[in-house]
């Protein structure tokens, strides 16, 4: 069974577009983290969700944490080759480690 | 900085082989974790460790062994290795878990094959 959620698992798409990934889970989410991962590299953090219907912006991405705290969205506004990668949510589920979720790959062609 | 560094980048095995994956972190944390990354899918906690002399399984422990003897290291061991056990490895280490204030830093990867 899986904890997490995420939807798309893959998606390609052309330079300028935009897009929204979901991770979703039946549990309530104490917090929520995004990570990217890039080809031969360990994920990165992008952000932090705490608080139901927060929204928090990084450059062209915005992170959504549902009202219920039970999922959470990433939309990505006119995307660039260089925001490929695979995009990963993850929660501690109330336990002292981490739970990712299964990704959404991305693919923007230039 | 350093940040978690991994050894080594590449290992091939066969089937029955014994080996240890290194990782070691010099931004003091408390907490290190080991995961699994098969093709195309997610991470999966293998073991977790919230401080010197104190490690607990998580989600896919058997066939793996760690020890925690120091803050810094947090080796993996491999002692039967079989081709399930083909994977990318990453350890990772953070302050706290989950909170606000507390990212995951990940080292580049153990990249695994078993045959």
């Known amino acids: 069974t899986q904890l997490l959620e995420q939807s798309p698992q893959f998606l390609s798409i052309q330079e300028g577009e935009n897009l929204t990934v979901y991770c979703n889970s039946s549990s309530v989410f104490s917090s929520l983290q995004w990570y990217r991962q890039e080809p031969g590299e360990g994920p990165v953090l992008l952000v932090t969700?705490?608080?139901?219907?927060e929204v928090k912006k990084l450059k062209r991405l915005t992170f959504q944490f549902g009202d219920a705290r039970k999922d959470s969205s990433l939309h990505i506004t006119a995307a660039q080759p260089g925001d490929t990668g695979l995009y990963l949510c993850?929660?501690?589920?109330?336990?002292?480690?981490?739970?990712f979720g299964s990704g959404t790959r991305l693919q923007v062609q230039p | 900085n350093a940040g978690v560094t991994q050894t080594p980048k590449f290992r091939i095995l066969k089937i029955g082989q014994s080996m240890t994956l290194q990782c070691a972190q010099d931004?003091?944390?408390?907490?290190m974790y080991w995961y699994r990354q098969d093709p195309g899918m997610g991470l999966k906690l293998i073991y977790y460790s919230v401080g010197a002399g104190i490690t607990d399984k998580g989600e896919v422990p058997n066939g793996y062994n760690v020890s925690r003897s120091t803050t810094e290291d947090f080796p993996l061991r491999l002692e039967l290795a079989a081709p399930s056990q083909t994977s990318v490895y990453f350890c990772?280490?953070?302050?706290?878990?989950?909170?606000?204030?507390?990212?995951?830093?990940f080292g580049n990867g153990t990249r695994l094959t078993v045959t």
């Open positions: 990772a280490s953070s302050s706290d878990v989950g909170s606000y204030n507390s990212p995951l830093h």
């Open positions: 969700v705490v608080t139901g219907g």
């Open positions: 931004m003091n944390h408390n907490y």
């Open positions: 993850a929660t501690d589920m109330g336990r002292r480690a981490l739970t």
